[in-house]
């Protein structure tokens, strides 16, 4: 496609289950972000992925959250026992490469809400 | 450790007026620059970055902002506000070895006819 696509666009979970977020990148583009953006606020780092290697996964706030990228194309991000808090938007970008100047192309979105 | 500052998170203006939002950061190393529009049910979209290259950067939607080392700022401008201008604006700055953002709390612009 010609943007970054997530999947799903909604998805609402009850506490303790675990949910599977997608996102699928612009081709080519090496790097991919996950943020995470609550109600008002503006979005904050998750992790990073230079192709397939996870290259920053500082700002994950729990053991609870995994991401992965095993062919350096789609991720996903996946958080186990979901609890009200991570109750958020959370926004998939890419970027061409890998400099701290690059424009990045971010994705709509995935909305969760947790119960 | 970077860091963004946008004060008031609604910010109206008339049709026709002088759009201004303020960004202030914080960097521990010559700063990269950004502003980014969300316009409902979309994904954010780059209007314009700083490099370095010039302190006055012209964006897309007739939007420019100006780089003041000394005063820590990078505010966004228009001259002429339009109701299509009608979105979430937010301010960012890169951080780290690669191109992570530290993002500001936004800016919520409202267009009064």
């Known amino acids: 496609g010609a943007g970054v696509s997530q999947s799903p666009r909604y998805k609402v979970a009850k506490r303790g289950q675990d949910v599977a977020l997608r996102c699928d990148p612009i081709s080519g583009h090496v790097s991919l972000f996950w943020y995470q953006q609550a109600l008002g606020q503006g979005p904050e780092f998750l992790t990073y992925f230079q192709n397939e290697a996870q290259l920053d996964k500082s700002g994950l706030p729990s053991d609870r959250f995994f991401a992965e990228r095993p062919e350096g194309s789609v991720s996903t991000l996946k958080i186990q026992r979901t609890q009200q808090e991570d109750s958020a938007v959370y926004l998939c970008?890419?970027?061409?490469?890998?400099?701290?100047?690059?424009?990045?192309?971010f994705g709509s979105g995935t909305q969760l809400s947790v119960l | 450790a970077q860091s963004v500052t946008q004060l008031g998170s609604h910010v109206s203006v008339s049709e026709g007026a002088l759009v201004l939002l303020r960004c202030n950061y914080s960097s521990s190393v010559p700063p990269y620059l950004f502003w980014y529009v969300q316009y409902p049910n979309q994904g954010l979209q780059l209007l314009l970055k700083?490099?370095?290259?010039?302190?006055l950067v012209k964006g897309i939607n007739g939007f420019e902002a100006e780089f003041k080392k000394s005063e820590t700022s990078f505010h966004l401008t228009k001259p002429s506000a339009h109701m299509s201008d009608a979105a979430e604006y937010f301010c960012a700055v890169s951080e780290g070895g690669n191109n992570r953002l530290a993002f500001g709390k936004g800016n919520q612009v409202v267009v009064i006819p």
């Open positions: 970008a890419s970027s061409v490469g890998t400099a701290r100047y690059e424009k990045l192309f």
């Open positions: 700083y490099t370095s290259a010039a302190t």
